[in-house]
């Protein structure tokens, strides 16, 4: 994610209520540890296709 869209995203969480606001940054860390999952297995994917 880029800088821009951390920044909107925290004026959003800013914005939210309690509830609201632990579920969305719930789902955040859940994005990022997706995509960097994702990102680790597809780069050994890459490695292993190349050798």
């Known amino acids: 994610m880029t800088s821009w869209q ?5 004026l959003a ?3 939210m209520k309690g509830r609201e606001r632990e ?5 955040l860390h859940e ?8 990102s680790c297995q597809f780069s050994c ?3 292993e296709v190349w050798k």
């Open 45 to 47: 994917l890459i490695q």
């Open 23 to 27: 579920m969305y940054i719930l789902s």
């Open 31 to 38: 994005t990022k540890l997706f995509v960097t999952l994702f």
């Open 13 to 15: 969480i800013h914005h």
């Open 6 to 10: 951390l920044r909107i995203g925290d």
